[in-house]
């Protein structure tokens, strides 16, 4: 029986890159997004390595789709060895002019979201006695950005709520790591006015290095990929 990982924001960008690059290493591949027909064309190329692929809509800020998404995946591909918290959105406006609907939006998916997936599939994963939770954080948890005070305070707040995480789980066989990476050539970093420095794929491997490679030691790290 195959290992199996799930993966939030899976329909594009580094989430698609991450869920071919498990399933490239043998993983079968649960994807969660928002977006039904960007994930169910990913679980069609994982299929085609010769994985099990489930494509399942799901609100990650929504406590009650992220908790059925967990049973969902658990009766049909089985427990989860390894889950990736990457589903983030950003929207840029200087604070003063920061909707309030805006802020609790960007701190909901990238924030609270991490936790909520967290929280729903590290039960199964400590009974085990095995597993790797990924969170995707960002440079934007190392410094700030103007226009961007939302998703900087999330992503600051994601390898805090790792950092925690990982002295909860220490000793019992799951660690929580934290990828920080930089600019990456996808849609989100338009408008940014950062300059790519990096691919999805190239993030992909550090993602599946932390999940199925890294030490056990490596439980709490935030591992930092700024570019060449």
Not at 3 to 9: E, H, M, Y
Not at 35 to 60: F, M, N, S, Y
Not at 118 to 130: D, N
Not at 178 to 195: E, H, N, Q, Y
Request: overall charge neutral; glycine content about 10%.
């Amino acid at each position: 029986m195959s290992d199996v990982a799930v993966v939030t924001g899976a329909g594009r960008g580094v989430g698609r890159a991450v869920a071919l690059r498990l399933a490239d290493r043998g993983c079968d591949v649960a994807l969660l997004a928002r977006t039904v027909p960007e994930i169910e064309e990913v679980a069609a190329q994982v299929v085609a390595k010769g994985r099990r692929a489930i494509a399942l809509r799901c609100d990650v800020s929504n406590a009650d789709e992220v908790a059925h998404a967990a049973e969902r995946v658990r009766a049909e591909l089985g427990v989860a060895r390894f889950v990736v918290s990457n589903a983030g959105l950003v929207r840029r406006a200087a604070v003063v002019e920061t909707k309030e609907e805006d802020w609790d939006r960007v701190i909901d998916v990238n924030l609270k979201g991490t936790f909520l997936v967290a929280r729903a599939w590290l039960p199964q994963m400590i009974h085990a006695k095995r597993g790797r939770f990924v969170a995707m954080g960002s440079i934007s948890s190392t410094l700030g950005t103007a226009t961007q005070s939302a998703y900087c305070a999330a992503k600051w707040g994601v390898v805090g709520f790792v950092k925690s995480l990982a002295e909860e789980l220490r000793g019992g066989g799951v660690q929580a790591v934290c990828v920080l990476p930089g600019s990456i050539d996808t849609a989100m970093l338009r408008g940014s006015g950062f300059t790519p420095q990096m691919t999805a794929d190239e993030v992909a491997n550090l993602v599946a290095y932390a999940a199925l490679d890294a030490p056990d030691a490596m439980n709490g790290s935030a591992i930092e990929m700024f570019g060449p």
